[in-house]
T-cell receptor, first 115, second 116 residues
């Protein structure tokens, strides 16, 4: 199993540009989520999905869109990049119920810089 | 809303010493899980240990153990016989398992350095 994969690993955007961060998992996990990590603030939840076709907002959703058309993929879209979105982004997945004791598996992260 | 607080931004100990990282949380729920994640310089998030709130016995994984005090809402991580490879950011995290989407809430992290 590849686990949770993310592309790209690094990205530099100009203010106002749009892009999509890709996330895929091959563990048949129902639950997928996106976090951003900023210095001194831990990981904060952006959006999450409990299954294909179902998404919801987390703690810091503004400026981001998500969709979940398949169990495997959960892309994160930046609509119009702003310097405040400079961060490290993590995708994670897990089984929806107590199977696996709620262990969340993380991707390797994407470092995004917006100039 | 649940909150998780790690009051030690940085810690530093000598190799082979024992170190304890603190974590407190705030919740009105009765059923939940608590986790400690390790993030080395590679940036990968690695699960270190987990604790189910309904279990009174403290979880242990080799050199890692927790002190779970449910009434005090405290969940500290003890690393025994610390090794250079333990150098990393450590995050405490909380998940409510009673209802809703069971989201994972993280603390701010503690940067741990093990010195040779």
């Amino acid at each position: 199993n590849a686990g949770v994969t993310q592309t790209p690993k690094f990205q530099v955007l100009k203010t106002g540009q749009s892009m999509t961060l890709q996330c895929a998992q091959d563990m048949n996990h129902e639950y997928m989520s996106w976090y951003r990590q900023d210095p001194g603030m831990g990981l904060r939840l952006i959006h999450y999905s409990v299954g294909a076709g179902i998404t919801d907002q987390g703690e810091v959703p503004n400026g981001y869109n998500v969709s979940r058309s398949t169990t495997e993929d959960f892309p994160l879209r930046l609509l119009s990049a702003a310097p405040s979105q400079t961060s490290v982004y993590f995708c994670a997945s897990r089984f929806a119920a107590s199977i696996g004791f709620y262990e969340q598996y993380f991707g390797p992260g994407t470092r995004l810089t917006v100039t | 809303a649940q909150t998780v607080t790690q009051s030690q931004p940085e810690m530093s100990v000598q190799e082979a010493e024992t170190v304890t990282l603190s974590c407190t949380y705030d919740t009105s729920e009765n059923n939940y899980y608590l986790f400690w994640y390790k993030q080395p310089p590679s940036r990968q998030m690695i699960l270190v240990i987990r604790q189910e709130a309904y279990k009174q016995q403290n979880a242990t994984e080799n050199r890692f153990s927790v002190n779970f005090q449910k009434a005090a809402k405290s969940f500290s991580l003890k690393i025994s016989d610390s090794q250079l490879g333990d150098t990393a950011m450590y995050f405490c995290a909380f998940m409510n398992t009673e209802q809703g989407a069971q989201k994972l809430v993280f603390g701010q992290g503690t940067r741990l350095t093990i010195n040779p």
